[in-house]
């Protein structure tokens, strides 16, 4: 494994030029300059016109994700947010970075010529950047499950697990998320806790969930896991809590806090105080995206439905877990852990191999939705405060 | 007693098996040694009832409840929206024969 190596002493696994839009309204133009290198220019950005500091922390830690060696900001120029500061945070950082306000660049031709020509600048400078040894322990890896039914349960989130498991064990730091999806687990989950402050502050974030979803009137549930045999959101939320594993869990962080050491890491993603803004995570990307800027390099994705997105910024291994519907789509999975319903494989050795193709993907390998050219995104609005003590016990 | 290899037990105290393939329309089950069969077909991930439940009871799987019973279920019944209940949020499910539940 090789990365590039940052200011802040972490290292990348890729070396893109982030194209972010700033509002909606700048969404075209990041976008027309991004497609004229889309496997070196991913599209990030922030649709709202208003402030929120969820957002601009968000938009801060992925322009300076370590999968990012140059950012290009574009602003319509009358949006609210916070250029000059993120222009400064990537500054900071020694990155590359160039701000262009389409409203004094003569508008979408011109914009859109101005940034295509900076970022192919850019694009060669990446290319000759020199890399250096990466190790294991190195690593963020998230994990998410979407599309699940009632195979994901039992054959893709396990193996994730046990994916998990292993690169914990080798040093890596890994975080599993969707507190939603946690509703049910909390009695089984909280006893693996580091200390017991961390088990309460465990419990009380899946509290929080259950009454976040209770206001809003529905889980974090889809119609399409009850096709696929699920009934409640506490029994999809006992398949989603096996792709964390068995190990030890070290800390509880949220969206933008960045794991201080190697371990398991559950991330809260439902938002604090009254309920404000809506669904906490409205599709499975916003999740990704919340991970991602908590340091993530990759993403296992568990699907049973079939989902087929990826990600911007840092690559997404699609994990199928039924294996009727790997027949279906196979060309958007890069493991099937279906086999084991199939008895074909057991879920020690497809854990395996999830394992051994995120050391080949942080290695350079493509996943399938790289290759296919999936770069998903989306950020929201949201509302948190800071981690108590015992969420990061020493 | 003998029970159909296509349904898995997750834990030993589970009120449900797992299908891990699918069963067709029709088609003879063993379930605990009674030979069960359903109107529809059942995809793989759904649940058929191992043990009996009252109505009101809670429904175990990964030996972890679920949620409760909405009416008694007995073994060999399709254990699904029909039958089965959150105890923290009601679930959606867009598709009119999942909704009824007469399976995938």
């Known amino acids: ?394 | 007693m003998q029970t159909d290899p296509r349904l898995i037990l997750l834990s030993p105290g589970d009120t449900v098996y797992v299908l891990r393939d699918q069963i067709a329309a029709g088609e003879a089950v063993m379930v605990e040694g009674v030979a069960v069969s359903f109107a529809q077909s059942l995809g793989l991930g759904h649940k058929i009832a191992r043990l009996a439940v009252a109505a009101g009871d809670r429904v175990i799987k990964y030996g972890a409840p679920i949620g409760r019973a909405s009416r008694a279920i007995a073994p060999g019944d399709h254990v699904h929206l029909h039958n089965l209940v959150s105890d923290y949020t009601p679930t959606y499910a867009l598709n009119p024969q999942v909704a009824q539940n007469r399976g995938d």
């Not at chain 1, 969930?209 to 699920?230: I, P, V």
């Not at chain 1, 497809?350 to 999936?374: C, M, N, P, T, W």
Request: charged fraction near 20%.
């Open chain 1, 1 to 394: 494994m090789r990365g590039w190596l940052r200011s802040d002493g972490r290292k990348g696994i890729r070396n893109v030029v982030a194209v972010a839009y700033l509002v909606e309204c700048a969404h075209h133009v990041a976008r027309e300059v991004a497609g004229s290198d889309r496997d070196h220019a991913h599209v990030i950005g922030f649709p709202g016109c208003f402030p929120n500091p969820y957002a601009q922390k968000m938009m801060e830690r992925l322009c300076t994700h370590p999968n990012v060696g140059a950012v290009l900001l574009v602003s319509l120029g009358c949006e609210s947010f916070n250029r000059h500061q993120l222009e400064s945070v990537v500054k900071a950082t020694g990155r590359p970075v160039k701000v262009l306000v389409i409203q004094n660049s003569g508008g979408t031709r011109s914009t859109i010529a101005a940034g295509q020509a900076w970022v192919a600048e850019q694009v060669v400078a990446l290319a000759a950047a020199p890399t250096v040894p990466m190790d294991i322990s190195e690593l963020i890896v998230g994990t998410v499950c979407g599309g699940s039914d009632g195979t994901s349960g039992i054959t893709g989130n396990p193996a994730a697990g046990i994916a998990f498991d292993k690169l914990v064990a080798a040093g890596a730091a890994c975080i599993f998320e969707e507190t939603g999806e946690l509703i049910g687990c909390e009695a089984i989950m909280e006893a693996r806790a580091a200390t017991p402050a961390l088990a309460a502050e465990l419990r009380a974030s899946v509290e929080k969930a259950a009454r976040y979803y209770e206001t809003l009137g529905y889980g974090s549930f889809a119609s399409g896991n009850a096709d696929g045999g699920l009934t409640t959101i506490e029994e999809k939320s006992l398949g989603a809590y096996m792709k964390s594993g068995q190990s030890v869990i070290s800390g509880l962080i949220k969206p933008g806090d960045i794991p201080p050491k190697g371990g398991l890491y559950l991330m809260d993603v439902v938002p604090d105080g009254e309920v404000r803004f809506g669904f906490p995570n409205i599709s499975d990307n916003a999740e990704i995206v919340e991970m991602m800027a908590s340091g993530a390099h990759c993403t296992l994705f568990v699907t049973g439905r079939g989902s087929v997105v990826g990600s911007a910024l840092a690559p997404v291994i699609k994990i199928a877990a039924n294996p009727h519907m790997y027949a279906r789509l196979s060309e958007d999975m890069d493991v099937n852990a279906g086999r084991v319903l199939e008895g074909a494989a057991s879920l020690e050795e497809v854990g395996q191999e999830i394992f051994d193709l995120v050391v080949s993907l942080a290695s350079g390998k493509r996943s399938k939705s790289e290759e296919l050219g999936h770069q998903e995104f989306i950020l929201t609005y949201k509302s948190f405060e800071p981690i108590g003590p015992a969420c990061l016990p020493v």
